[in-house]
């Protein structure tokens, strides 16, 4: 088809938002509130550990974000609730000539819980990605999250040498700044691979968690057996994990193995895998 030389092609973009709130009553945690706008659902809710964690995995329909799309996820735990939000695989930027964005708010009252424990995010060479993070937490509220990110295709060899990855995370309790975090790649900068930055590695994750743990515990943590380059520190009611990792799957092991041993210390509850991760 021949066009005029004057006539722009049109690339759609999504407008996705999804807005879930939870309540605590007697002995379970239900859904109080479900609603979106676009391509973003969520799947039944689930109680694989009985009725006082309800589990919900966030879905994106269209499988990977691209130019112009814009994603907005809020989420309200009430008081002495448990929400476990997680996902069915992994969130794929596209190479894209313009930016795309990602919303994430998470209020957590006082008693509650909030486990947010996504699957990687894989930024293709080229892609524009844009994320904001910001959680709020009330009194006693306790907090589980992690997130991992792969630069570029591992699996067909492609390098993150364009585009750019850019992130920022805010974390309050009772508006008092917890942890503020901002990141800004850039595709083919030095720092993917020099010593002081990425060190050649392509994934890299963080996982942080509200409370403290025995010294013993956190060696134990630092003793895990996994070919990543990681390590934990204990900073006054939140303790930090980073890696980094030449694969995805290894990156998302150590995750959950730090997962299993400090769900029961922190939280007080075993550590059940949700069922999505193994399909």
Known sequence: MNLPANTALFTPSWLAELELGYGRF?????????????????????????PEVCQHIIVHPPGGIAGGDQLNISASVGPD??????????????????????????????????????????????AQAELTTRIE???????????????????????????????????RRDGRLLWHERQRIAGGDGLLDSPIGLDGNPVFATLLVTGEISAELLERC??????????????????????????????????????????????????????????
């Open 26 to 50: 007697g002995d379970s945690t239900r859904p109080t509130l479900r609603r979106h706008v676009g391509p973003l659902r969520v799947q039944k809710h689930l109680y694989a550990e009985g």
């Open 81 to 126: 609730a448990w929400a476990q939000l997680t996902s069915p695989g992994a969130a794929k930027w596209y190479r894209a000539a313009g930016p795309a964005y990602q919303s994430v708010t998470l209020k957590v009252g006082a008693g509650a819980t909030l486990e947010w424990l996504p699957q990687e995010t894989i930024v293709f060479s080229a």
């Open 137 to 171: 937490l009330e009194g006693d509220a306790r907090l589980f999250y992690w997130d991992m990110v792969a630069l570029g295709r591992l699996a067909s060899g492609e390098r993150f040498e364009h585009g750019h990855f850019q992130s920022r995370l805010d974390i």
């Open 222 to 279: 630092r003793s895990l057996a996994n070919p990543v380059r990681g390590d934990l520190t204990q900073l006054p009611g939140l303790l930090v994990a980073r890696c980094l990792a030449g694969e995805a799957l290894q990156a998302r092991a150590w995750l959950i193995d730090l997962w299993r041993l400090l769900r029961p210390a922190l939280l007080g509850r075993e550590a059940l895998a949700p069922r999505i991760w193994s399909t």
